[in-house]
């Protein structure tokens, strides 16, 4: 059964925000991303890191796993969008444009998310890109999930740079892992396998395109 994040009231505010953000992460697959979350970090340090957030639908269902926990999660993203979410893609979100800057900007819409489920004190926003972030986070975490940009560099760069940071017995979860190629990208399914190729990880679970594996 599914631990459920505190009292009928938020689980009902939390519905009502993800579809607000007009993201890409449902609410059943938020709450199955506190479980697994919660689980794994009340049997470690509590210590998670996302790689991607977009507008921080899934960085709040991390940070309750925190808040339950009585831990943190590290939220890595520059928050300029993925080449996805440009103008000329289909998942382009015109409210998210900054013309000054000419991009996607994501960053108020993260912090308005965040801010609203008053959960400051739980999640530690890092913008910054994987490259220079991984250059001072060093610490084994619990929990890891990568959800960033799906373009081939991208998604091998957020996978290699992250995925020894996950401690033994903890938990990679990587999502938009779409085993038939008509109805997503290949690099998140391509980092999946790579990661059960290499045996030091087995498979846990899934809710659909988000899959969970535990590392050896």
């Not at 779409?178 to 109805?183: I, M, N, Q, V, W």
Request: glycine letters at 10%; charged letters at 25%.
């Amino acid at each position: 059964m599914s631990a459920k994040p505190y009292s009928p009231g938020y689980l009902s505010k939390l519905e009502r925000l993800t579809t607000i953000n007009r993201g890409f992460f449902t609410y059943d697959e938020g709450m199955k991303l506190f479980d697994e979350a919660r689980r794994s970090m009340a049997e470690g340090t509590a210590y998670a890191i996302e790689v991607g957030s977009y507008c921080g639908t899934s960085t709040a269902f991390l940070g309750l796993a925190a808040k339950a926990t009585g831990g943190v999660v590290v939220s890595v993203d520059h928050h300029f969008g993925s080449e996805e979410n440009g103008p000329s893609w289909e998942s382009f979100d015109k409210s998210l444009f900054d013309r000054e800057r000419g991009t996607v900007s994501t960053l108020s819409r993260f912090r308005s998310m965040i801010h609203s489920l008053d959960l400051e004190e739980y999640i530690a926003p890092v913008v910054s890109t994987t490259s220079l972030a991984t250059k001072f986070l060093r610490d084994r975490a619990d929990f890891i999930f990568i959800d960033g940009g799906h373009g081939e560099e991208v998604a091998f760069n957020d996978y290699f740079s992250y995925v020894s940071l996950v401690r033994r017995g903890g938990v990679l979860a990587i999502h938009d892992v779409f085993e038939d190629p008509s109805k997503g990208g290949r690099p998140p399914f391509e980092i999946y396998t790579r990661a059960v190729a290499s045996e030091q990880f087995t498979y846990m679970s899934n809710l659909g395109s988000l899959y969970f594996l535990r590392r050896r």
